[in-house]
């Protein structure tokens, strides 16, 4: 079990750490989500029914949760899950350059202004790169709801940068 969980750790560390700060709204704390949701599933004696990476992303989630509620503090941190993220280089046009750069910024601060719920399924959708069957076991929610809740996700993304991309 243990090979199995540090072969999707591997493959999915990306999408771990974005889910978990979605989740926390700080890396610190993000990744202690997900060392203690590992430290827990290796500790588990028998390998979890069904899909193994479905079920590591909800204990991720779920030790996400379990942060956050544990360690309220007086003035709420507010990282952005974008933080490190280098756009790709341009070279070709500088002038594009700017304007990419800077529809990159009206992006990520669109995506960290959605609500929780909403975020998580963008997330988990687009940065995890996860199926709605997927983020539906992982939210304990059916496809179709998830699927509903991207839309309109989505559409409030829309909405928000209407004229500003």
Do not use: W
């Not at 559409?155 to 928000?160: A, D, F, Q, R, S």
């Amino acid at each position: 079990m243990r090979q199995q969980l540090e072969e999707t750790y591997r493959s999915h560390r990306q999408g771990l750490f974005a889910m978990a700060l979605s989740v926390t709204r700080c890396a610190q704390l993000a990744e202690d989500s997900i060392h203690v949701a590992f430290e827990r599933l290796c500790r588990q004696e028998k390998r979890p029914a069904g899909d193994l990476v479905s079920y590591v992303f909800a204990a991720v989630r779920n030790a996400s949760r379990d942060a956050v509620r544990y360690r309220r503090v007086q003035s709420e941190r507010t990282e952005s899950l974008f933080n490190g993220y280098v756009p790709p280089e341009r070279v070709d046009n500088p002038a594009d350059d700017v304007l990419t750069r800077e529809r990159d910024q009206i992006l990520r601060m669109a995506v960290d202004e959605l609500d929780s719920a909403d975020r998580e399924v963008v997330v988990l959708k687009v940065f995890a790169g996860l199926t709605f069957d997927a983020v539906g076991r992982v939210l304990e929610e059916s496809p179709k709801t998830v699927a509903t809740r991207y839309r309109r996700a989505l559409l409030k993304l829309e909405e928000k940068l209407r004229g500003q991309l």
